[in-house]
Structure formats: C-alpha cells, structure tokens
C-alpha cells in the first residue's frame, strides 16, 4: 500500500464509518429491533481495518522517515511523532470498543456512543499529524467537542451534566486563548507552517513570550496543568468507564502532543519553555499525589493520579527541551505510551467492577473503595488486573510504569545539574507518596470479608475480561522487555528534538 | 551451562509462581506440592550454581542506551546469596505446608514467596544497576504484599505499607545513585562502576555513595530506617523467616559490600557506615531487651546483627561481613521458623503468655536453642566464628570507641537471647491447653536449618577462595579454615568478646540480685519500648501528609467561576515569569 | 493613534476581557456562555486583524470562518447542557453545581 493512501485511509475509516454506524444504529433503534450489533461490530471492524493502514504506516515511517498528503491546500504529515501518538490511539480505541459491548448495552443513546468514538479516535490521530498552526487548533477543538458529548453519554444523571459543563466551559476558555497565541504567531511571521515559523520567530521578544504563554496555559487546560486541572477529576469520574479510559490514556495526552507541536514553533523565541514544563511537571506531580490521597471515590482518585502521572511525562519532556537529551523525549513518550496502558487498564478495570457491581443492576452510583473490599475472591482477573494497573502506575517492577520513569529519571541525571537531581529526588518521593493511595486499594481487595456490594455482585462478560487480560500482559511484558517499544518512542522523539532545534 | 543454571535460579522459582496462582485456590494440595517442587528444584540449582562460580558476566539480552544490557555474572558475593536465598526458601516453602494448611488464598501466598526467590536471586546475581533497581523494587513489592498478607488486620496492612513506603523511599538512593553511574560513566554495568569509580568528580561519587548508604539502611532497616523492620512481623511466620532474616533484609549489607571498592575512597563514608552498624546494633538490642513479643525480639535481633554486618563492611572486612551474613541467615532463619512453629501451635505471640513451653515442644527446644546459642555467640557454633570476626575486622579497621559499643552489644545479644529462650521454653507455664510439637513438614524444615548452623562455618576457607577468585576489586586475599580458626582462636579480642558474652549470660542468670541496676536501665528500657522516638517521627510525617492533603482537597471548590480564575491567573503568572525570566 | 489595527487591537482586548470577566462574575449558565461567545468574537478579530497585518487578509478570513463554525457548535453543545441542567436541577445557577468537589 502506498503509504500517503494509507495516512488517508487511516483518517478516512473512522470519519466516514462515523455516520453510517449513527444512521445503522439508529435505524435499528426505531425499528425496535436488534440490529444494534451491527453498529458494534462495524465499529470493531473499522478499528481492525485501521489497522492495515497504521502498519503500513509504521513500517514506512521508521523505516524512511515522514509521509506526507495533500488534500487541497491542506497539508498532512505523519512523523515519528504522529506515527507515535496514531499507534497509542489505536491500540487503546480497539480496546475500549470491545470493552464497551457489553457495558453500553442497553444505554439510551448507543448508537451514538459507537458512532463518536471512532470520531474521537480520527482527531486524535490527526492532530498528531497536522503540519499547520491552525489546523491543530482545528483538530484539537474537535477532539474536544467531540470528547464533550461522549463525557455527558449519561445525560440522565446530574453528575454527568454537571461534569460536562464544567469541562466545557474551561476547555473553551483555554481553546480562546489559544486562538488568541495563534494570532500572535501569525501576525509575526505571516505563516502557520509548522515548519517555517521557528526562525522567524527568534528575536520576537514580547510576542513569542506572549504566545508562547497562551499556548501553555490554552493546550495546559487539556493537559490538566495544575491548577487548570479541576475539569479533570469531574469528567473523568462521571464520563462512562470506557471514556473515561480514553480521556485519562490518550485525549489528555493528545493535548499535550499538541502543546508540543504548537511550543515547538516557539523553540527559538526563547529557551524557557522546557524550564516552564519542568515547573508545571513538579506542581503536577504534587497536587495529583496529594488530592488523589485521601479520595474515596476510585474513579476520581484515579483522575487525580492521571495529574500526576502527567506530571512525569512533563519532566521527560521539560528536560529535552532545555537540554535535548534524548532520553528525556524518549522516557517522556514512553510513559506517555506505557500511562495509557496502565491508566486505561485501571480505568476499564474499575468499570468492570462498576458493570458487576452496580451497572447489570441499573444503577449508576459512583464506585467507592470500600465497595472493593475483598473484590479478589469473587472476580480475581479484574482484581488482578487493577492491581496491576496500580503497581505500574506507582512505578513497580516488573511492570511498564517502571521502565519509562526510569528512563525520565536517567534523562534527568544526564543534564548534570544538581537542581535537576532535586527535582528527580522530588519525583522519586511522590512515586512513593503514591503509593500511600495505590497500595491501600490492593490491599481492601484481597481482604477476605467481601463488602456486601461484592457479595451481591454478577458475573463479569467475557468481552470485558478480554480487554482487561490483553492491557496486562502487554503491561508486564513491557515490564520484562523495555526494548520493544524503543524504536517508537525513539522516532517520535527525533522529530520532537528536531523542532526544537536539537537534531 | 553456568548461565542455564543461573536463570534456573531466578526462573525456576518465577515458573512456580506462575503455575501455583494458575492452579487456584480450589486445589490447596496441588498447590502445596507445586511450591515445594519449584522451590526445592530452585535450591538445588542454588546449590549447583555454588560449585560454578565465576567472575565473567553473561548478557541475556542486549537492549542498550538507558537500560543497558541484561547480564548476569554468578561471582563469589552473588552466588552465595542467591543459594541461600533459594535454598533457605525452599526451607521456608517445606515449612509453610504445615503453618500454612487450611488458609485462604494459598495461591497468593505462595506465589508471593516464590516470586521473591526469583527475584532475589536475580538481585544479588545481576550485573546492571538497573535490573539490580528493578530486582530490589521487587522483593520490596513482595515483602509488602506478603506483610499485608492478612489484609483483613488493619495492623498487618499499616505494616506492609510502612515497609514499602520505607524502603521506597530508600530505594530513591539507589536510584541516584545508579543513574549517576549511567550520565558519568554512560553505562549502568556495575563492574565498569566499579573499575572507574576513581574517574568520577569527587562530589558526584560522594552523593553516590551515600545514596547507597541510605538504600542499604533502608533496606537491611538499619539506623534510622530500623522501624519498619518489627511492624513486617505480622506476615505468616515463614515469611518473616524468609524475607525479613535471611535474604531481603541482607540486600543492604550486599550492596555496600558489592560496592564497597568504589567508595571506600570517599572521605567519611567508612565511619558513617560504620556509625550506621554500631548504632543500629545498639539501639535494636536495646529494643530488643524490653520487647515481649516473640518476633518483634527476633525482629530487633536481626536489625541488631545486620548492624554487625554492616559495621564490618564499613571496617574493611567485607569477608567477615558476607561470613556473619552467612552464619546469621541460618541461625535467624532457624529461630524464626521454630519461632513460628511455638507460635502456631500456642496461639499467641506474647512470650509473657508462654513459658515452659520446652516439655511439650521438646524438638523445637532443642533447635531453637542451638538457634540462640549461635546468636549468642557461644563457641563452638556458627555465629561464634563469624561474629568474632566482625569484632575483629572491626577492631582493625575502626575506632576503639566503636569497637568496645561492638562489644558492649554482644554482651546485650547474649542477655535477650537467654532472657528469651527463658521465657518461651523455661519458667512458669502460663497456657493452660497441651501443645502439639511441629509437624513432620516443620521438623524437615528446621532439621538441616540446625544442622547448618552447628556447621555451616567449615565452610569458611572454601568461600574465602571463591570471594577472591571471582571479585576483582575486592581485594579479598583467601584464608584456608585453619588460619581462620586460629586467627579467631589466638586473637585476644575473641576472649574478651566471649568474657563479655559471658558477663552477659550471668546478668540474665544473677536478674534478680541486680534490681538495683535494674531501676537505672529502666528509664532507657521505657525509651527503648518507644523506639527511640523514631516511631513518633514516622507517625508524624505520616499524620503531616495526610493533613495537608485533607486541606488541599478544600481548594477544589467545584464552582466554575473559580476555576475560570485559575486558568486567567495561570495565565497572568506564566506571562509575569516568562517577562522576569527574558 | 487611531491607526484601525491599533482599534482592532484595543477592540480584540475588550472583547476578551469583557467575555472573561462575564464567565468569572457570572451564576447563570447561559450568561457563561455568552460570555464565551464575547471573548471568541475577540478571537474572530484577532485573526482577522493577523491575517491584515500579515498581508494575508483572504487566510485570516477564512480561518475565522472556521472558527466561527467550530464556536457555533460548541455554543449549541453548551446551551444543550445548559437546557438539561434547567431540567434536572431545575436552575441555571452554576452553584448549584456543586456535587462534585473536593
């Protein structure tokens, strides 16, 4: 396959399977019949068949470097970075749509559910390969409006609502304040080639800076920047189990990819801006650590935790941005990597747990954790998989958490300056910090009184365990094998490096 | 052959984890044998692996840049831990058939216990700081998992969190230390550490070897790390055997000895580990005096002589040190698992609740006192010879003040010991029901465990040999078992030594003529029931955090204008930093 | 002085201290959002006033097309909220949104 039919391929399944699986869900939905499993399945098949494609893909970008298409004036181009972000999209998509078969079904509106994921998967993949200012802030808006309406999916319940609107409003702010960056930097260099922008905008004084500061705290409010990140525990905690695996694993992310891309053609305005991630990364760290401690509801404590985990992920990348290490780029995009599947495991594991407990019972009460007391005995895959989940994320071996915040913490080392060795120490005393949440949680379910939630609990689906068994193994295994994903996060590192001037 | 063998050690054990958690908890029986059988094969490849010693390394798999390669080397230090790892392991598994039948999650437990083999194998034989980081984070994951095993005794899970919290945060030392190694030096091999540590700015080496240090307290729960160590005694018996006497709590003792070379250069870190040893030794025994909980004095032993361990690699004597290692591994294993056989079959692990327990338990008497006497340091046992020779190495390499505290201690060890095989064998009996002596799975347990600990020290010369033969930056010269014996035998510090061990068993026989001292040591006795004032610091550091953190949780309002004005405030503050910083 | 980019500039402020200076003092939902809208309708000009001032007034233009189209949207989703919220809290007033927190 040619690979600029693939990079179309890849962006058209999804936006063109939108629709049809609406109109097939919908129709099936006023028929009153059950033709709503062709809606799921044509929503895996379009995952599976963007598969093709994205191997094409991968094998041409590692192999020979950036692909590019041009639809009318507008340029696409897949670099190893793109590439990066379009693999952990993909890999993650797939999962959270077996995932949600049976832990939609049934839902009011599930149709609509399966028509906006794919749609959700496409911005991300494309704002990862956008070679143009404003059309990153064209995909990054739609990921975003597409991500509202998939956080208020239970639009019966207050809490989603009230989530919603929350992170909306926010969003939208930070988005105006990105249009506003855009605007400086286009006014200055009289182009939003990504590419281009960098040399003329060195010496631009206040309007790098100016923008520059949009930029971060605009995309910060995706990212959940400490303290821009109060939209974050709220949606993640009432969005369905599968979204909110989605938002925690890769929609944040996304929003930091695009931060990247947008700073990167700040690189030559000023040298502050891996000094500025540093600092947020360090708040982060702190503030997710320390709100996730003492909460009582599981989804929301791991929201708070996706603060902090962030939080690494800025380290890996404030470091090679100010110093151009590139195990900092690559420790960074594999955590990036491994956070997904480790946040997305714990996530899909806590909504197996809200589908036995709570979900097969009509109920949408939130998961507490005392509800997991001795969850071990009676669904031990799913309490073993968040166990796992939690051990990664908290930086255990053998597990993929581990591996990429041992490389942050190298990049670190490499710089040679002892402020940096503080910072680490500071890092390597939170990860600690968290497990004083992590732990505690493992602990309540292998207790062997089962709280009576668990006592009352149903079986869970084998399309749910699916998911749950595949993001495990590919967390220890990782956990075991930290060579596997080094050419990926080494290729979507180059092409960081190279904006920022370093290669 | 050699490198087959070695991977036997770690994967044999992981191999049995794995099938042991497979096969469920519905099939205890399968269970018991699967684990016995995987351990025992571990064990024997342990002691395979002792003949074949060597000092080249073996890579596994190469990945390079921050990892480096995985490679192995089975060298003196390495393969005498990773066999007494497995095979004491193996010991403790046997033991747990009888002291664990008819508990739940039997898959968990065993599991647990032989993924903690294979990673401490893989700890002590590695020869890259990253899977040397990796292997300690995991024996520290299943020495918290296995503490808590009792997850429904609040006790046992604020203890398993304690112990990982506390030797996380020692890990961070580590961790320092080694990606030191990786940005200096481009590499994480530890041999190549060792061979340029001297290439190294000053500084940099400095932090590095002290970040070691606070690793090494931390996780042998040396001064000040040293209170973890007694609240892990709420896991099952067999573990606190295993994990919490005779492999994980050495790793510290290993990585100061494994890297003693490097920065024994470095200006003041011989004395402040040295200090480390002597106070922790001090201080446990001291704990350890007043304790009436049956683990907790075992528990404050081991912190006691892993301080002896320590304070002779801080002399110099890492040959003494690795010997005592050795001696204690036996002897503390042995007392913990007859410990644990008293325990199973009283009840209770108050000793104020036992007493002439020697009659009805007549087996387990006879071993646990060979236990003590070698703790003691009573002549002709293990623990004699090689504790001897720590006094010694330490009389050579260190102050004189620090050596009489060394001695001073002893005689402290020699007294609890007694005070304690007293109170749980001798005196009054205070349980009413009759008790059953150990089971046929406990006796094959505790059976070469006394044996090895009447013997183990013939062994001596041959490790002398392997030690030099296999470590290059050692500087270990090979002593023959005859020289040893009468190195300690002529020494006149061994007499001293063993006058004051001497002094210490008449003080425990002649308690009740000295009240009067009694009366002045019961102020230091009512200090040392509170560990010094440590366990108040942890407490409050604890109660510190999770106020603030309480506190924090106030800021999230959840009203949307103040959330808006973050995001104008952030923004007003990143301008003001980006204008100050141009 | 009265230079029409410096206008526009002063007008493009405006706007959006104006439209974020509503969101911050508002309680009702639906002022929120209009607020929003004010401080976008100052992004519209922005970008026009940048695409002027970079001699490319056609890609200014046609970016804030774009803009206002993706706004348009986000607008409609908002006040979809806000019409639900009317429904199931029976008020508009953000603090009433209050259940989550902490």
């Given at each position: 396959?040619?690979?600029?039919?693939?990079?179309?391929l890849?962006?058209?399944?999804?936006?063109?399977?939108?629709?049809?699986?609406?109109?097939?869900?919908?129709?099936?939905?006023?028929?009153?019949?059950?033709?709503?499993?062709?809606?799921?399945?044509?929503?895996?098949?379009?995952?599976?068949?963007?598969?093709?494609?994205?191997?094409?893909?991968?094998?041409?970008?590692?192999?020979?470097?950036?692909?590019?298409?041009?639809?009318?004036?507008?340029?696409?181009?897949?670099?190893?970075?793109?590439?990066?972000?379009?693999?952990?999209?993909?890999?993650?998509s797939?999962?959270?749509?077996?995932?949600?078969?049976?832990?939609?079904r049934?839902?009011?509106?599930?149709?609509?559910?399966?028509?906006?994921?794919?749609?959700?998967?496409?911005?991300m993949?494309?704002?990862?390969?956008?070679?143009?200012?404003?059309?990153?802030?064209v995909?990054?808006?739609?990921?975003?409006?597409?991500?509202?309406?998939?956080?208020?999916?239970?639009?019966?319940q207050?809490?989603?609502?009230?989530?919603?609107?929350?992170?909306?409003?926010?969003?939208?702010?930070?988005?105006?304040?990105?249009?506003?960056?855009?605007?400086?930097?286009?006014?200055?260099?009289?182009?939003l080639?990504?590419?281009?922008?960098?040399?003329?905008?060195a010496?631009?004084?206040?309007?790098?800076?100016?923008?520059?500061?949009?930029?971060?705290?605009?995309?910060?409010?995706?990212?959940?920047?400490?303290?821009?990140?109060?939209?974050?525990?709220?949606?993640?905690?009432?969005?369905?189990?599968?979204i909110?695996?989605?938002?925690?694993?890769?929609?944040?992310?996304?929003?930091?990819?695009?931060?990247?891309?947008?700073?990167?053609?700040?690189?030559?305005?000023?040298?502050?801006?891996?000094?500025?991630?540093?600092?947020?990364?360090?708040?982060?760290?702190l503030?997710?650590?320390l709100?996730?401690?003492?909460?009582?509801?599981?989804?929301?404590?791991?929201?708070?935790?996706?603060?902090?985990?962030?939080?690494?992920?800025?380290?890996?990348?404030?470091?090679a941005?100010?110093?151009?290490?590139?195990?900092?780029?690559?420790?960074?995009?594999?955590?990036?990597?491994?956070?997904a599947?480790?946040?997305?495991?714990?996530?899909?594991?806590?909504?197996?747990?809200?589908?036995?407990?709570?979900?097969?019972?009509?109920s949408?009460?939130?998961?507490?954790?005392?509800?997991?007391?001795g969850?071990?005995?009676?669904?031990?895959?799913?309490?073993?998989?968040?166990?796992i989940?939690?051990?990664?994320?908290?930086?255990?071996?053998?597990?993929?958490?581990?591996?990429?915040?041992?490389q942050?913490?190298?990049?670190?080392?490499?710089?040679?300056?002892?402020?940096?060795?503080?910072?680490?120490?500071?890092?390597?005393?939170?990860?600690?910090?968290s497990?004083?949440?992590?732990?505690?949680?493992?602990?309540?379910?292998?207790?062997?009184?089962?709280?009576?939630?668990?006592?009352?609990?149903?079986?869970?689906?084998?399309?749910?365990?699916?998911?749950?068994?595949?993001?495990?193994?590919?967390?220890?295994?990782?956990?075991?094998?930290?060579?596997?994903?080094?050419?990926?996060?080494?290729?979507?590192?180059?092409?960081?490096?190279?904006?920022?001037?370093?290669? | 052959?050699?490198?087959?063998?070695?991977l036997?050690?770690?994967f044999l054990?992981?191999?049995?984890?794995?099938?042991?958690?497979?096969?469920?908890?519905?099939?205890?029986?399968?269970?018991?044998?699967?684990?016995?059988g995987?351990?025992?094969?571990?064990g024997?490849?342990?002691?395979?692996?002792?003949?074949?010693?060597?000092?080249?390394?073996?890579?596994?798999?190469?990945?390079?840049?921050?990892?480096g390669?995985?490679?192995?080397?089975?060298?003196?230090?390495?393969?005498?831990?990773?066999?007494?790892?497995?095979?004491?392991?193996?010991?403790?598994?046997?033991?747990?058939?009888?002291?664990?039948?008819?508990?739940?999650?039997?898959?968990?437990?065993?599991?647990?216990?032989?993924?903690?083999?294979?990673?401490?194998?893989?700890?002590?034989?590695?020869?890259?700081?990253?899977?040397?980081?990796?292997?300690?984070?995991?024996?520290?994951?299943?020495?918290?998992?296995?503490?808590?095993?009792?997850?429904?005794?609040?006790?046992?899970?604020?203890g398993?969190?304690?112990?990982?919290?506390?030797?996380?945060?020692?890990?961070?030392?580590?961790?320092?230390?080694?990606?030191?190694?990786?940005?200096?030096?481009?590499?994480?091999?530890?041999?190549?550490?060792?061979?340029?540590?001297?290439?190294l700015?000053?500084?940099?080496?400095?932090?590095?070897?002290?970040?070691?240090?606070?690793?090494?307290a931390?996780?042998?729960?040396?001064?000040?790390?040293?209170?973890?160590?007694?609240?892990?005694?709420?896991?099952?018996?067999?573990?606190?055997?295993?994990?919490?006497?005779?492999?994980?709590?050495?790793?510290?003792?290993?990585?100061?000895a494994r890297?003693?070379?490097?920065?024994?250069?470095?200006?003041?870190?011989?004395?402040?580990?040295?200090?480390?040893?002597?106070?922790?030794?001090?201080?446990?025994?001291?704990?350890?005096?007043?304790?009436?909980?049956?683990?907790?004095?075992?528990?404050y032993?081991?912190?006691?002589?892993?301080?002896?361990?320590?304070?002779?690699?801080?002399?110099?004597?890492?040959?003494?040190?690795?010997?005592?290692?050795?001696?204690?591994?036996?002897?503390?294993a042995?007392?913990?698992?007859?410990?644990?056989?008293?325990?199973?079959?009283?009840?209770?692990?108050?000793?104020?609740?036992?007493?002439?327990?020697?009659?009805?338990?007549?087996?387990?008497?006879?071993?646990?006192?060979?236990?003590?006497?070698?703790?003691?340091?009573?002549?002709?046992?293990?623990?004699?010879?090689?504790?001897?020779?720590?006094?010694?190495?330490?009389?050579?390499?260190?102050?004189?003040?620090?050596?009489?505290?060394?001695?001073?201690?002893?005689?402290?060890?020699?007294?609890?010991?007694?005070r304690?095989?007293?109170?749980?064998?001798?005196?009054?009996?205070?349980?009413?029901?009759?008790?059953h002596?150990?089971g046929?799975?406990?006796?094959?347990?505790?059976?070469?465990?006394?044996?090895?600990?009447?013997?183990?020290?013939?062994l001596?010369?041959?490790?002398?040999?392997?030690?030099?033969?296999?470590?290059?930056?050692?500087?270990?010269?090979?002593?023959?078992?005859?020289?040893?014996?009468?190195?300690?035998?002529?020494?006149?510090?061994?007499?001293?030594?063993?006058?004051?061990?001497?002094?210490?068993?008449?003080?425990?026989?002649?308690?009740?003529?000295?009240?009067?001292?009694?009366?002045?040591?019961?102020?230091?006795?009512?200090?040392?029931?509170?560990?010094?004032?440590?366990?108040?610091?942890?407490?409050?550091?604890v109660?510190?955090?999770?106020?603030?953190a309480?506190?924090?949780?106030?800021?999230?309002?959840?009203?949307?204008?103040w959330?808006?004005?973050?995001?104008a405030?952030?923004?007003?503050?990143?301008?003001?930093?980006?204008?100050?910083?141009? | 002085?009265?230079?029409?980019?410096?206008?526009?500039?002063?007008?493009?402020?405006?706007?959006?201290?104006?439209?974020?200076?509503?969101?911050?003092?508002?309680?009702?939902?639906?002022?929120?959002?209009?607020?929003?809208?004010?401080?976008?309708?100052?992004?519209?000009?922005?970008?026009?006033?940048?695409?002027?001032?970079?001699?490319?007034?056609?890609?200014?233009?046609?970016?804030?097309?774009?803009?206002?189209?993706?706004?348009?949207?986000?607008?409609?989703?908002?006040?979809?909220?806000?019409?639900?919220?009317?429904?199931?809290?029976?008020?508009?007033?953000?603090?009433a949104?209050?259940?989550?927190?902490?």
């Open positions: 396959m040619d690979a600029g039919r693939a990079l179309l890849l962006l058209l399944i999804p936006f063109a399977a939108s629709p049809v699986i609406y109109l097939t869900g919908r129709l099936s939905v006023l028929r009153q019949g059950t033709g709503l499993w062709l809606a799921r399945w044509f929503t895996l098949i379009v995952y599976l068949g963007m598969g093709l494609p994205l191997y094409t893909l991968g094998r041409y970008v590692l192999e020979l470097g950036p692909v590019d298409l041009k639809i009318g004036r507008i340029v696409l181009q897949m670099d190893g970075l793109g590439l990066f972000l379009a693999v952990t999209v993909w890999l993650l797939t999962l959270v749509t077996i995932f949600s078969f049976p832990y939609i049934g839902e009011e509106d599930e149709e609509k559910y399966y028509a906006l994921l794919p749609a959700l998967s496409a911005t993949i494309g704002l990862g390969c956008t070679r143009d200012l404003f059309n990153l802030w995909w990054f808006e739609a990921m975003a409006i597409t991500s509202y309406l998939l956080v208020a999916f239970y639009h019966h207050k809490g989603a609502l009230e989530a919603t609107v929350k992170y909306l409003v926010q969003s939208a702010v930070g988005s105006i304040m990105i249009l506003h960056g855009i605007s400086l930097v286009f006014a200055r260099t009289m182009t080639d990504l590419q281009e922008i960098p040399p003329l905008m010496d631009s004084g206040l309007f790098g800076l100016a923008a520059g500061a949009l930029f971060v705290v605009g995309f910060g409010v995706k990212i959940a920047l400490a303290p821009l990140h109060t939209w974050l525990p709220d949606a993640h905690s009432r969005a369905p189990s599968g909110s695996a989605m938002l925690s694993g890769v929609v944040i992310e996304s929003g930091l990819v695009a931060l990247l891309r947008a700073l990167g053609t700040l690189s030559q305005a000023s040298p502050a801006w891996g000094a500025l991630l540093l600092g947020f990364g360090a708040i982060n760290i503030i997710g650590n709100m996730a401690l003492r909460q009582e509801e599981v989804k929301r404590m791991l929201a708070y935790s996706s603060v902090a985990q962030v939080g690494y992920m800025l380290l890996g990348f404030g470091v941005m100010s110093y151009g290490i590139a195990d900092g780029a690559e420790g960074g995009f594999y955590h990036l990597f491994n956070h599947l480790m946040k997305g495991l714990a996530f899909l594991a806590v909504g197996a747990f809200l589908y036995a407990l709570y979900i097969t019972k009509g949408h009460a939130p998961l507490m954790v005392s509800d997991l007391d969850a071990s005995k009676k669904y031990p895959l799913t309490a073993f998989a968040l166990s989940a939690l051990l990664a994320l908290g930086g255990l071996p053998p597990l993929a958490g581990f591996v990429s915040k041992w942050i913490f190298v990049a670190g080392a490499e710089v040679r300056s002892t402020p940096l060795l503080w910072l680490i120490i500071f890092a390597g005393l939170n990860s600690v910090l497990l004083g949440y992590y732990a505690p949680l493992i602990n309540r379910m292998y207790r062997n009184q089962p709280s009576e939630v668990v006592q009352a609990g149903q079986p869970i689906a084998v399309l749910i365990s699916l998911p749950l068994l595949i993001l495990t193994l590919a967390i220890v295994a990782i956990g075991f094998f930290p060579g596997w994903m080094v050419p990926l996060n080494a290729s979507a590192a180059s092409s960081l490096l190279m904006a920022f001037g370093f290669r | 052959m050699t490198a087959g063998i070695l036997l050690t770690i054990p992981w191999a049995g984890a794995l099938f042991v958690w497979l096969v469920g908890n519905d099939r205890p029986r399968l269970q018991h044998s699967l684990a016995v995987f351990s025992v094969a571990g024997v490849a342990g002691l395979a692996l002792l003949a074949l010693g060597s000092p080249d390394e073996m890579v596994v798999l190469s990945i390079g840049g921050a990892f390669n995985f490679s192995f080397r089975p060298d003196g230090l390495g393969v005498f831990l990773a066999t007494i790892a497995t095979v004491i392991g193996s010991l403790a598994v046997i033991f747990s058939v009888d002291y664990m039948r008819h508990e739940a999650q039997l898959g968990r437990y065993y599991a647990l216990v032989l993924f903690f083999i294979g990673s401490m194998s893989g700890l002590v034989l590695t020869g890259n700081l990253f899977l040397m980081f990796a292997f300690w984070e995991m024996t520290a994951l299943c020495s918290y998992a296995l503490i808590s095993f009792y997850n429904d005794d609040p006790k046992a899970v604020a398993g969190i304690k112990a990982l919290v506390m030797t996380q945060l020692g890990g961070i030392g580590l961790l320092i230390g080694a990606i030191l190694s990786y940005s200096y030096l481009g590499t994480v091999e530890i041999n190549v550490l060792l061979d340029k540590a001297e290439l700015p000053s500084n940099v080496l400095g932090i590095m070897a002290f970040g070691f240090l606070i690793a090494a931390a996780k042998s729960a040396q001064f000040p790390f040293q209170t973890w160590l007694p609240d892990a005694m709420e896991a099952p018996t067999p573990v606190s055997a295993l994990i919490h006497a005779a492999t994980m709590v050495n790793a510290g003792v290993y990585l100061l890297f003693y070379p490097a920065f024994a250069g470095v200006p003041g870190w011989q004395e402040a580990v040295m200090v480390v040893g002597m106070l922790s030794a001090l201080l446990a025994g001291l704990m350890a005096l007043v304790a009436t909980d049956l683990k907790r004095v075992l528990a032993s081991t912190v006691s002589q892993l301080g002896y361990m320590v304070y002779a690699v801080g002399a110099g004597g890492v040959f003494a040190s690795q010997f005592h290692l050795f001696s204690h591994a036996i002897f503390k042995l007392l913990f698992l007859g410990a644990g056989a008293v325990i199973h079959s009283a009840g209770t692990r108050d000793m104020r609740e036992m007493g002439g327990l020697g009659k009805q338990m007549p087996f387990v008497r006879t071993v646990f006192v060979i236990g003590a006497l070698a703790l003691a340091g009573i002549p002709v046992l293990n623990g004699f010879w090689s504790k001897e020779l720590v006094l010694e190495a330490g009389l050579q390499g260190g102050a004189t003040w620090m050596f009489g505290v060394m001695l001073f201690t002893a005689g402290l060890t020699a007294l609890y010991t007694f304690c095989v007293w109170m749980v064998f001798w005196g009054e009996p205070h349980h009413p029901a009759h008790l002596d150990a046929p799975a406990m006796k094959t347990a505790l059976a070469p465990l006394a044996f090895g600990t009447l013997f183990s020290w013939l001596a010369g041959s490790f002398s040999h392997l030690l030099e033969k296999t470590l290059p930056y050692h500087d270990i010269h090979a002593v023959s078992l005859v020289e040893i014996l009468e190195e300690v035998i002529f020494a006149p510090a061994t007499w001293i030594a063993l006058g004051v061990v001497a002094l210490g068993v008449l003080t425990w026989v002649f308690r009740d003529s000295l009240r009067l001292w009694q009366e002045v040591f019961a102020g230091i006795g009512q200090t040392a029931r509170q560990s010094f004032g440590f366990e108040w610091l942890n407490q409050a550091v109660r510190t955090t999770i106020q603030v309480e506190d924090l949780r106030n800021l999230h309002t959840g009203v949307l204008n959330n808006v004005l973050a995001i405030l952030t923004l007003l503050v990143v301008v003001v930093i980006l204008a100050l910083g141009a | 002085m009265f230079y029409l980019p410096n206008i526009v500039l002063v007008v493009v402020l405006a706007l959006l201290g104006i439209g974020i200076y509503c969101i911050l003092i508002s309680r009702n939902l639906i002022k929120i959002v209009v607020g929003l809208q004010i401080a976008v309708k100052g992004a519209f000009l922005a970008l026009v006033l940048a695409g002027k001032l970079a001699s490319q007034i056609d890609v200014g233009q046609s970016i804030a097309l774009t803009v206002i189209v993706a706004d348009t949207i986000v607008a409609v989703v908002a006040l979809a909220l806000a019409v639900q919220i009317r429904r199931k809290f029976g008020t508009l007033d953000v603090h949104l209050m259940s989550l927190r902490r």
